[in-house]
């Protein structure tokens, strides 16, 4: 079935360190792409889409590309805040006769000034 | 109001209990959704309605899980004899249809004791 595997949190940085974090899909069908973020005492909201291969999301510094061939839709973000620290989701829509969003575990990013 | 709305936020019910949990989405979302996330877990989806129609419930864990959506506006997720093992927080979201960004409550946060 369809699923989404994203590496394992916690994942800890410093104030202006690169972030990756990873995440493929398995899907059926040609999916959307999603990052969702959770930050602290806060609802999930979208952080970044992709619709189709080589389409590249981009919001708030991070990016994450469309890779088709590798299956992947690797989050990154070129110098983390502290503000970032949150728990990051990635996520796959496909239609299953009605549109059915499917999220990873999440991985969770402690930022350290 | 200005965004998806759920209650109660935290619910505590005795092992045996039913409980309903209620979500308001956005006005005008024609697609509803209702996820299952269990602690340091990503969300699990249980059930998708499309303005009043149920389109997918493949999710829901058991047939003590029940979902309405009567006027395609506000959504009940009723729980009849409560399980430990449905401890879990239970999110809505609603989005304008297609595979577009979905929009979620705060989650009604379950305990069964």
Known sequence: ?113 | GAGVSQSPRYKVAKRGQDVALRCDPISGHVSLFWYQQALGQGPEFLTYFQNEAQLDKSGLPSDRFFAERPEGSVSTLKIQRTQQEDSAVYLCASSLGVAGELFFGEGSRLTVL
């Not at chain 1, 792409?33 to 189709?52: C, D, H, M, N, R």
Request: glycine share 10%; hydrophobic share 35%.
């Open chain 1, 1 to 113: 079935g369809d699923s989404v595997t994203q590496m394992e949190g916690p994942v800890t940085l410093s104030e202006e360190a690169f972030l990756t974090i990873n995440c493929t899909y398995t899907a059926t069908g040609y999916p959307s792409l999603f990052w969702y973020v959770q930050y602290p005492g806060e609802g999930l909201q979208l952080l970044l889409k992709a619709t189709k291969a080589d389409d590249k999301g981009s919001n708030k510094g991070f990016e994450a590309t469309y890779r088709k061939e590798t299956t992947s839709f690797h989050l990154e973000k070129g110098s983390v805040q502290v503000s970032d620290s949150a728990v990051y989701f990635c996520a796959l829509s496909v239609d299953t006769g009605g549109f059915k969003t499917i999220f990873g575990a999440g991985t969770r990013l402690f930022v350290k000034a």
